[in-house]
Each structure stands twice: as structure tokens, then as C-alpha cells.
């Protein structure tokens, strides 16, 4: 009968010991992949097809930009190419024209009907009508490429989600001038998740990576087992406390700034 009491005593004992070991610390769900919305190019907003809470998927179009500008550029490269290839035209019938006359006169020439001078201002002109023909071509050749980037362009005009996720953040309404690298929108990957923890320098010793813990969500009665992914070297110099990132597969239910308890039970996996 001793002996069992004592048994009894040793194993609460140990069960004690167990539980004080655990730590418990509160924590906030974040997302590992949070993504800044900008805008490429400047424009007015049309139209705002999202709001903060929105669920997209990647490529689905969050907002469009106006096209005047864009329109307007794409006109000055479709009437530079107009221009170009009438000049191309133009100089090449003159090109053609004096080197008709310059055989012509070469022909002269050789009878000693024509002067020498004359027979080389000829050639001279011809060069020049060939120089000008050639710069032509390049300026019809630099005003399609234009036109191609400016054609390029209207597909940034819509705005799309680079991956699923929810619209966390949202600084943009219709009417309003979109700037080149000024946040419109924040978005929040949901396959990424973890929990971050603030962890004193005193609780960070009895904690490694791949650990097992508990992660509690009490607002959604949602429960699983996660483990220690990360802990970042960084401490705070006031608070003196460590960020700690765990690892836990989550639900449809679980979002971005929900409040997570987490029970560090020093078990390996």
C-alpha cells in the first residue's frame, strides 16, 4: 500500500513537472506572401471591381485604368508610321528618278555632252536621296516598335490578383489618379499562413525548430498541431523578445490577423 502511494505521488509528481513545462503565449495568423498592388502606369481609375474582405484568384482583375493617354500614344505612333512611309515612298521615287538621270548622264558623258560637274552633282543627289530613303526605313521601323510598346501597355491597364488570396487593404477608389509604384491595394495569400509569436529571451531556450506545439484559434473553435518553423535571431532592443513562426495547416476559415494561442510543449517530432 506504500509502495503505491508513492507510485501515485512520483507520477503526479511528473505530470506536474509535464504541464509547468509547457509555455503558452498568444499570437496573430500572418500571411508569409502579403503583396503591395501598384499600378505600372499612371491613369485614372475606372472602376474598382474588389473591396477589403474580397476573395480573389490569380489573374482576376482587380481594378482598370482609363486609356486616353494610352490612345493618344498609340495615334502618334500609328500617324509617325503614316509619315514614315510616305517619306520611304517620296525619296524612293526621287532615288529612282535620279539615277535614271544619272545614267543618263553618264552616258552623255562618255559621248562629251555633259561636263563632269554635272555628272557628279548627280551622283551626289542620288547619295543623298539614298541616305534619306534609309532613314526612312529606320524611323518606320522605330515608330512600329513604338506602337508595339504602346500596344503592350493596354494590357496593364487592367490590373490583375498575381495570386490567390484576400484583399486585406484597399487605398484606391474610382476617379482617382493611379501612380506608378504607389500602393493601391494589399494582398493577402491564404496558402501561406503562420503564426507569429513574441518570445522573451528567458522562454527562448527551451524552444527549437520543429518542435511540436498547439495552435488554438478560440474564435473559430479551430484546433491543430503545428510545428516551430522559424525563429528570427532579431531581437527587439526594448521589448528584448524574439520572433517565433509556426507552422500549422490551416482551414477556409483562417485569416490574416486572427488571435492564436500557442502552446509550446518542448516535443520533438
Known sequence: MKTLHVTLVLLLSLLGSLEASSITLGGVVRSENQKTITSRYMGFVQDVLVEEGSMVKKGDVLYTIDSKE???????????IAQADLNEQMYANQY???MLNLERYQRLLAKDMVSKFDVENLELSASNL???????????????QKLQEVQNQYRYLHVRAPNDGVVIEKQIK????????????????????????????SQLSTMKIGEYVDVHITSIGFKVEGTIAAIVPAVH????????????????????????EVVFKGKNP
Open 70 to 80: 494610352i490612345d493618344t500614344a498609340k495615334a502618334q505612333a500609328e500617324l509617325a
Open 96 to 98: 529612282k528618278n535620279a
Open 130 to 144: 539614298k541616305a534619306m530613303m534609309d532613314i526612312a526605313q529606320k524611323q518606320r521601323l522605330q515608330a512600329k
Open 174 to 201: 474610382a476617379g482617382e489618379m493611379a501612380l506608378p509604384g504607389v500602393s493601391t491595394l494589399i494582398l493577402s495569400d491564404l496558402s501561406s499562413l503562420k503564426v507569429l509569436v513574441e518570445v522573451s529571451e
Open 237 to 260: 532592443a526594448q521589448s528584448h523578445t524574439f520572433k517565433v513562426k509556426i507552422a500549422f495547416t490551416p482551414t477556409a476559415f483562417v485569416y490574416p490577423g486572427m488571435y492564436t
